[in-house]
């Protein structure tokens, strides 16, 4: 089809172009646009609706695992911020600086939050005195704030939305308890909800959160075999307790400080999903978080019944729950299989005279394009069926993708080799800091998780007998 | 009862203080924390559960009506804010500026938004090219910074949440329908879900949003006789498309300016809802927004079954979609009573052995301490009823008591009366700013909406013949 090859060519090309591919799929499809300063993004609402389902999605796990939600300020004193060493050599350099307020120069200078473990910690303080009180689990749907210099919608942009879990427990092992729970918590969301395999793990000393004792991410990979961390969660020990002072009388009677954690996923999986299942066509949104779950384009409108039919079987649908819409516009029916292709929604229905005589519809499939027909009379079901396949299918795709990327290293050499062909690599690592930065000179890689850390392995980079399996990859 | 009074005496008179008696209320049922930066506050969770509530309520309302979600950057370039005269003067002064990011002095200072009319107009500027573009119905669910002098938890901080609509039309007519239909959405939501009743009508010039051609208001007398400006819709008229190129290609070809309108409603509808209906025993919540509608006090907890039975009751009660809670504490039933009549949850059940035995519960209302044996065995549908009566009787008894607390002046004397008395005033006002500002002078009142544009009245302030009624009162 001439048509549908003239359209598609509006996308760069995948395979060879894949930074291009995703800016023109983010600008076409309306998720986004650039804001008028440098690093912004406006987020359209075909881009808000997939946060919204997050939001809820994972709003709920949140809930159902004994969080509540709170609002801290936007704006932090510079001083707060420099309590915790670590922290502030991290994030310091990132911050956006209030300098002028109601037409004065501020006594002391406010940064945006780029991460509230800050201002959280000094009212945490302040609040909780004894065991009683503890464990305090909190959550926060919020901006926040850091200055990047090279910027791409949704992956990393100077500000953007995200929540942060912020926690406080009574002993070490309930507080890497709760790490840990939020990182399994996440990663069910990541599978049922966006349909995206992750490998979980610690990170090493160099690529954890400034200020924590242990970070754990989530890594998922991408078309192009990059990694994106997509979620991490931090047991923070007591760092942040003793930068402000978070104490609580025990049980017996002591006073001591607590141990704390937080975790975070942010807008950034908007890009994750975007970058794992899309394809050539545009966008292949999972139907769970995705803003359209059905399209229906009538075929012959203008043949008496058609809309009418059409319109009813959308009454139908969105009764059954379905977020379903007609496209009952004066474009083509080509013109609309694209349009709504590369929107990227799971299922399209085509309604026409023939169908409508025979008693059923055309259901067609958005990952993997397989059409089936099906009855009218079960529709609700057999497109929710449908609908739950998508999803299924899209996860079991993404997951033997990245399992079949995944390779083994033994050398610089093969890490390189494997990162270049889009992989992600399995490597022995002594724990040196020395060779970790050696494995990004060599490769361009960074550690992205611990797989083991207590087995036996030779160092990838410099052949030392080494306890831990690291996983390489190119990043995000 | 002597732990009774020693308990509430730890709120100020609600009659004779009524600023302290909300200050106590708002910190001690933990609804709102001071923030460390002057001027802002932390929305504890019992808080920020009130403010969801709301959020679903109005987000749904929002839909239903035709409107998407989207994000826009918080930070605005300065000059955004001077391209419209009249906004820059009024929100200028109040703005907190960044000058420095990512450790570099800006080129150009960016101000926190005060609220987003100039960078969403900048971004339609450049979206909108046709008629077939519009209407454009979004809105934002966001932070905003206004730095004040004098603040208060939820009434007036330098930072809130809020929600912005800004929509675009194609015509004068419908973008003033778009305004006044905004108005009775949240005057429906004021009433069935905060149990509010409010006055709305247009405002004066004086009263108006900076850039606005017509302000809308509604207003909520609060339990001083002082009114609160509950939310705002305003007709924008072609302000803002002129000073953002908001231009479309019509259908006859020509290029013309669309006409814009923007509203909104933010967390202050928190305090609203304190100062509507709260007692001297603290917070009383309407049950369609309150976070716990429902707490059972077990009576005589240690005898056998009792507890059970309690929790029985309220895995039931959760299942019909209740928001219950089990006070199962170690503190005695009356400290109990206290607290949650403090937190103002509209119902208490009470069930203790000889409850049990009988197969009943007793259930006591908040609004009215009106209490009830009900049947254990239909328990869903009693407390569903009587959280429904609850939320009426609340309405109507704040209805009733706004309406015998208008009264009728007819010269500046009997408007200081008016107000002195804790009234919201009806006046004939001439329509001019000085005798506006009169007003203001002379009985520290100001006015609060048009009751009737086109009468025969006679001004409060100068006798002269005018066509208007006008609501004055003091105000928050």
Same mark, same amino acid.
């Given at each position: 089809?001439?048509?549908?090859?003239?359209?598609?060519?509006?996308?760069?090309?995948?395979?060879? !172009?894949?930074?291009?591919?995703?800016?023109?799929?983010?600008?076409?499809? #309306?998720?986004?646009?650039?804001?008028?300063?440098?690093?912004?993004?406006?987020?359209?609402?075909?881009?808000?609706?997939?946060?919204?389902?997050?939001?809820?999605?994972?709003?709920?796990?949140?809930?159902?695992?004994?969080?509540?939600?709170?609002?801290?300020?936007?704006?932090?004193?510079?001083?707060?911020?420099?309590?915790?060493?670590?922290?502030? &050599?991290?994030?310091?350099?990132?911050?956006?600086?209030?300098?002028?307020?109601?037409?004065?120069?501020?006594?002391?200078?406010?940064?945006?939050?780029?991460?509230?473990?800050?201002?959280?910690?000094?009212?945490?303080?302040?609040?909780?005195?004894?065991?009683? !009180?503890?464990?305090?689990?909190?959550?926060?749907?919020? *901006?926040?704030?850091?200055?990047?210099?090279?910027?791409?919608?949704?992956?990393?942009?100077?500000?953007?939305?995200?929540?942060?879990?912020?926690?406080?427990?009574?002993?070490?092992?309930?507080?890497?308890?709760?790490?840990?729970?939020?990182?399994?918590?996440?990663?069910?969301?990541?599978?049922?909800?966006?349909?995206?395999?992750?490998?979980?793990?610690?990170?090493?000393?160099?690529?954890?959160?400034?200020?924590?004792?242990?970070?754990?991410?989530?890594?998922?990979?991408?078309?192009?075999?990059?990694?994106?961390?997509?979620?991490?969660?931090?047991?923070?020990?007591?760092?942040?307790?003793?930068?402000?002072?978070?104490?609580?009388?025990?049980?017996?009677?002591?006073?001591?400080?607590?141990?704390?954690?937080?975790?975070?996923?942010?807008?950034?999986?908007?890009?994750?999903?975007?970058?794992?299942?899309?394809?050539?066509?545009?966008?292949?949104?999972?139907?769970?978080?995705?803003?359209?779950?059905? /399209?229906?384009?009538?075929?012959?409108?203008? #043949?008496?019944?058609?809309?009418?039919?059409?319109?009813?079987?959308?009454?139908?649908?969105?009764?059954?729950?379905?977020?379903?819409?007609?496209?009952?516009?004066?474009?083509?029916?080509?013109?609309?299989?694209? &349009?709504?292709?590369?929107?990227?929604?799971?299922?399209?229905?085509?309604?026409?005279?023939?169908?409508?005589?025979?008693?059923?519809?055309?259901?067609?499939?958005?990952? *993997?394009?397989?059409?089936?027909?099906?009855?009218?009379?079960?529709?609700?079901?057999?497109?929710?069926?449908?609908?739950? *396949?998508?999803?299924?299918?899209?996860?079991?795709?993404?997951?033997?993708?990245?399992?079949?990327?995944?390779? #083994?290293?033994?050398?610089?050499? &093969?890490?390189?080799?494997?990162?270049?062909?889009?992989?992600?690599?399995?490597?022995?690592?002594?724990?040196?800091?020395?060779?970790?930065?050696?494995?990004?000179?060599?490769?361009?890689?960074?550690?992205?998780?611990?797989?083991?850390?207590?087995?036996?392995?030779?160092?990838?980079?410099?052949?030392?007998?080494?306890?831990?399996? /690291?996983?390489?990859?190119?990043?995000?």
């Amino acid at each position: 089809m001439a048509k549908d090859n003239q359209f598609v060519s509006q996308i760069a090309d995948i395979e060879n !172009d894949f930074p291009q591919w995703y800016s023109d799929v983010v600008l076409k499809t #309306k998720l986004v646009d650039y804001g008028p300063v440098k690093g912004t993004m406006v987020i359209r609402p075909y881009g808000y609706a997939i946060w919204e389902n997050i939001q809820k999605e994972l709003d709920a796990r949140f809930k159902e695992t004994g969080h509540e939600n709170a609002y801290f300020p936007l704006l932090i004193p510079m001083s707060f911020m420099t309590k915790e060493a670590e922290h502030v &050599e991290g994030f310091a350099p990132e911050v956006a600086v209030v300098t002028h307020a109601g037409g004065e120069k501020l006594a002391e200078p406010l940064c945006i939050r780029p991460t509230s473990e800050t201002i959280i910690g000094t009212m945490y303080g302040k609040w909780i005195q004894s065991y009683r !009180d503890l464990p305090v689990l909190m959550n926060q749907w919020a *901006n926040v704030m850091r200055w990047e210099k090279t910027t791409r919608p949704f992956l990393r942009t100077s500000e953007f939305l995200w929540q942060e879990g912020h926690t406080v427990h009574a002993s070490e092992e309930e507080a890497m308890e709760e790490t840990l729970k939020m990182l399994s918590v996440y990663e069910e969301f990541a599978k049922t909800c966006l349909a995206m395999p992750v490998l979980t793990g610690r990170k090493t000393e160099k690529e954890k959160f400034a200020g924590a004792v242990a970070t754990f991410g989530m890594e998922a990979m991408m078309h192009d075999g990059k990694s994106l961390q997509a979620g991490t969660t931090h047991y923070l020990g007591q760092n942040f307790s003793k930068a402000f002072d978070i104490q609580f009388s025990d049980k017996d009677g002591a006073l001591k400080y607590a141990y704390t954690t937080s975790w975070g996923v942010s807008t950034r999986l908007i890009g994750a999903i975007i970058m794992t299942h899309g394809d050539q066509r545009g966008l292949v949104l999972p139907p769970v978080v995705a803003p359209v779950q059905v /399209v229906i384009v009538p075929i012959a409108s203008k #043949k008496p019944g058609v809309l009418e039919a059409c319109a009813a079987l959308k009454d139908r649908l969105k009764r059954a729950g379905i977020r379903v819409t007609l496209d009952d516009s004066d474009n083509s029916p080509g013109w609309k299989f694209n &349009e709504w292709e590369m929107k990227g929604v799971p299922v399209r229905i085509e309604l026409g005279p023939r169908d409508l005589e025979a008693g059923k519809m055309l259901c067609a499939r958005r990952d *993997n394009f397989e059409k089936t027909e099906v009855s009218l009379e079960n529709a609700e079901e057999e497109v929710k069926a449908l609908l739950s *396949n998508v999803q299924t299918g899209m996860y079991e795709k993404a997951k033997e993708r990245m399992e079949s990327r995944i390779v #083994k290293a033994d050398s610089l050499q &093969e890490l390189l080799s494997g990162v270049n062909g889009g992989n992600f690599v399995r490597a022995g690592w002594c724990g040196c800091r020395a060779c970790e930065d050696k494995v990004k000179e060599f490769a361009q890689a960074t550690s992205r998780v611990f797989a083991k850390e207590d087995t036996q392995e030779t160092c990838v980079a410099c052949g030392k007998k080494s306890a831990h399996t /690291v996983i390489f990859a190119r990043a995000y």
